[in-house]
């Protein structure tokens, strides 16, 4: 069983920058299991529903939400099993709840659609609050 384990997430001020970071690991976890999957990280602000922040296929391409897009960076690395969210230029909008989740085994190349959509991952993890105060 593959466990998802958020970090990084705090308050800062509007304006400024956070680094999230999620590790996978578990029982009879590989990183091949890691490798061939594509990562994403979603977050959900208090009353509203979880959105797509995020996503990386297993080629590295790279697909955002309109409203973080040129803001924040993912980046996965398969030799530590970790994906990562830099967040830049934060705020108020950004406050919310941070999850990171992994697909089963996909196709080397995801698209838009397949990585903003939630049903597309399996395993999810516990999120991390991230706050920013104007």
């Known amino acids: 069983q593959v466990h998802l384990v958020e970090s990084g997430g705090g308050m800062v001020q509007a304006g400024g920058s956070l680094r999230l970071s999620c590790a996978a690991s578990g029982r009879g976890f590989t990183g091949r299991t890691f490798s061939e999957a594509a990562m994403g990280w979603f977050r959900q602000a208090p009353g509203k529903e979880r959105e797509f922040v995020a996503g990386?296929?297993?080629?590295?391409?790279?697909y955002y939400a309109d409203s973080v897009k040129g803001r924040f960076t993912i980046a996965r690395d398969n030799a530590k099993n970790t994906v990562s969210l830099q967040m830049n230029s934060l705020n108020a909008d950004d406050t919310a709840v941070y999850y990171c989740?992994?697909?089963?085994?996909?196709?080397?190349?995801?698209?838009?659609?397949?990585?903003?959509?939630?049903?597309?991952?399996?395993?999810w993890g516990q999120g991390t609050q991230v706050t920013v105060s104007s």
């Open positions: 990386i296929d297993r080629s590295g391409g790279t």
């Open positions: 989740a992994k697909t089963p085994r996909t196709a080397y190349f995801a698209s838009f659609a397949y990585l903003s959509t939630q049903k597309t991952y399996e395993t």
